[in-house]
């Protein structure tokens, strides 16, 4: 059996846990001794929790971990989330996008681009933006793609596709989003 990187992950569908498996994933390749590089793609704003552990683990493997967020604030103390596009949000996903093609042409073993899939769906990226990124992958990096509503086409590219599918969910008791658990 082959060990090598280089395989396209994508993880997406309607249920919970897609950053989370990303995010997982991270943690085991860092652990592993891994060069990795996470892109969070419509996420910005300091609300996400990880965030303050991955700002540690930026400072403990200065060179073997990257990460930057883009996107402009989408969630909003106790009014959930917006969800229409701004001028900012388009250039954000821009800015998101130069600096996902910057990793790829380093030398990284794992490239995680959360939420990238669902940029498309949401017009802040085009479908041409994610198969740039798949033609700019080198041969030995391993790439993860998070996000619902992969497209087709992309999913046809990848060789591990993993889809979370909502059977049950908290919110339908009305139980709202948490800092630790949901963001």
Do not use: W
């Given at each position: 059996?082959?060990?090598?990187?280089?395989?396209?992950?994508?993880?997406?569908?309607?249920?919970?846990?897609?950053?989370?498996?990303?995010?997982?994933?991270?943690?085991?390749?860092?652990?592993?001794?891994?060069?990795?590089?996470?892109?969070?793609?419509?996420?910005?704003?300091?609300?996400?929790?990880?965030?303050?552990?991955?700002?540690?683990?930026?400072?403990?493997?200065?060179?073997?971990f990257f990460y930057q967020a883009f996107g402009e604030v989408r969630m909003q103390k106790n009014k959930g989330f917006r969800f229409q596009n701004t001028p900012a949000d388009l250039a954000q996903a821009q800015?998101?996008?130069?600096?996902?093609?910057?990793?790829?042409?380093?030398?990284?073993?794992?490239?995680?681009?959360?939420?990238?899939?669902?940029?498309?769906?949401?017009?802040?990226?085009?479908?041409?933006?994610?198969?740039?990124?798949?033609?700019?992958?080198?041969?030995?990096?391993?790439?993860?793609?998070?996000?619902?509503?992969?497209?087709?086409?992309?999913?046809?590219?990848?060789?591990?596709?993993?889809?979370?599918?909502?059977?049950?969910?908290?919110?339908?008791?009305?139980?709202?989003?948490?800092?630790?658990?949901?963001?």
């Amino acid at each position: 059996m082959k060990n090598t990187l280089g395989q396209i992950h994508i993880y997406t569908g309607n249920g919970k846990g897609k950053t989370t498996a990303g995010l997982g994933l991270c943690i085991r390749a860092l652990g592993a001794g891994l060069k990795i590089g996470l892109i969070f793609f419509d996420k910005g704003g300091n609300f996400y929790a990880e965030r303050k552990v991955l700002d540690k683990l930026k400072k403990i493997y200065p060179k073997k971990f990257f990460y930057q967020a883009f996107g402009e604030v989408r969630m909003q103390k106790n009014k959930g989330f917006r969800f229409q596009n701004t001028p900012a949000d388009l250039a954000q996903a821009q800015l998101g996008l130069k600096q996902a093609l910057k990793l790829l042409n380093q030398k990284f073993d794992l490239i995680i681009l959360d939420e990238i899939n669902t940029t498309v769906k949401t017009g802040l990226l085009e479908l041409k933006d994610l198969q740039n990124i798949i033609d700019a992958k080198q041969k030995n990096t391993e790439l993860v793609l998070t996000g619902r509503y992969c497209p087709k086409k992309i999913i046809s590219q990848a060789d591990l596709i993993t889809e979370m599918k909502d059977i049950k969910h908290y919110a339908m008791k009305g139980v709202s989003v948490r800092p630790g658990i949901d963001y």
